[in-house]
């Protein structure tokens, strides 16, 4: 499966912002993704997950009640909602996939997007 990770912008503090990361490949249905960021200077980090059904969601803690994964089988898209929108929130963002139960590390993905940059002003 391939990802493109889109909707990445500048935006100002406590707006929102849509990423969406769409894949090409006929068994998408059956991957888990993820969103993962990477912020200057630091590792890249989990923020969300979503399962392959759409049945199942995990946040960092971080993001928790901020932003929200979902998917959609049909357009194979899956979208990262970020509401709330904070400076440390800057980071480039990452979608992954992976077969099978969804995974909260970068080691537990095997494909990648290119990532897109969300940069928040303060």
């Known amino acids: 499966v391939q990802l493109q990770a889109s909707g990445g912008g500048l935006v100002q503090a406590g707006g929102s912002l849509r990423l969406s990361c769409a894949a090409s490949?006929?068994?998408?249905?059956?991957?888990?993704v993820g969103w993962f960021r990477q912020a200057p200077g630091k590792e890249r980090a989990f923020v969300a997950a979503?399962?392959?059904?759409?049945?199942?969601?995990y946040y960092a803690d971080s993001v928790k009640g901020q932003f929200t994964i979902s998917r959609d089988n049909v357009k194979k898209t899956v979208y990262l909602q970020m509401n709330g929108l904070k400076s440390e929130d800057t980071a480039v963002y990452y979608c992954?996939?992976?077969?099978?139960?969804?995974?909260?590390?970068?080691?537990?993905?095997?494909?990648w997007g290119q990532g897109t940059l969300v940069t928040v002003s303060s």
């Open positions: 992954a996939a992976r077969r099978g139960g969804t995974a909260t590390t970068v080691r537990g993905y095997d494909h």
């Open positions: 979503i399962s392959w059904s759409g049945g199942n969601t």
């Open positions: 490949g006929r068994t998408f249905s059956s991957y888990s």
